[in-house]
């Protein structure tokens, strides 16, 4: 394969993890918490790098892919530990942030203070063989952080 080849596979890949996680935001109905977010933002770059290997023939673009599939790598297995209870998360979006906690009787039954419901980022709201999304996705982003670099390896020659 080419490293045009390697880099719009790799693009792709992401496109697919992006296109994956809207499916089980709003065809499923699964709410993505602050760090599910976070980490579809390394995708949505490389996706977008991607096309750029048509016109670009540096070593920046394979080296940029790379770069944010070790950052969404990184993403995904802190929320992995975060899920599991390894370390702990961000307090605006764990239940040691408080959540439901804080308030009072009142508060929980008003309708006036409604407004955006926080998706706790200490829940797994779907796994597969006892892995949750966040692991699924560190796994995929290294398999496309390996790609990246064959790309980058192949702007060498």
């Known amino acids: 394969m080419t490293r045009t080849h390697m880099v719009l596979l790799a693009a792709l890949g992401s496109a697919a993890i992006i296109g994956a ?3 089980f935001q709003y065809v499923f109905g699964i709410a993505p918490c602050k760090l ?3 980490q579809r933002w390394p995708h949505v770059i490389a996706a977008v790098l991607g096309p750029l290997a048509l016109v670009s023939m540096g070593r920046s673009l394979p080296l940029a892919g790379l770069g944010t599939m070790l950052i969404s790598t990184g993403l995904g297995g802190y929320h992995t530990g975060v ?3 390894w370390w702990p998360g961000p307090a605006s979006c764990t239940s040691a942030g408080g959540g439901l906690g804080k308030m009072s ?3 929980l039954l008003s309708f006036d203070a409604a407004g955006p419901a926080v998706v706790l ?7 597969l063989l006892g892995l949750s999304m966040a692991t699924y996705n560190a796994a995929g982003s290294l398999v496309l ?3 990246w670099l064959m790309a980058l390896r192949l702007s060498a020659r």
């Open 121 to 127: 980022c200490d829940e797994v709201p779907w796994s």
């Open 21 to 23: 996680a809207l499916v």
């Open 83 to 85: 899920e599991r209870g």
């Open 145 to 147: 952080a390996g790609i």
């Open 36 to 38: 599910c977010i976070w």
């Open 105 to 107: 009787g009142a508060d």
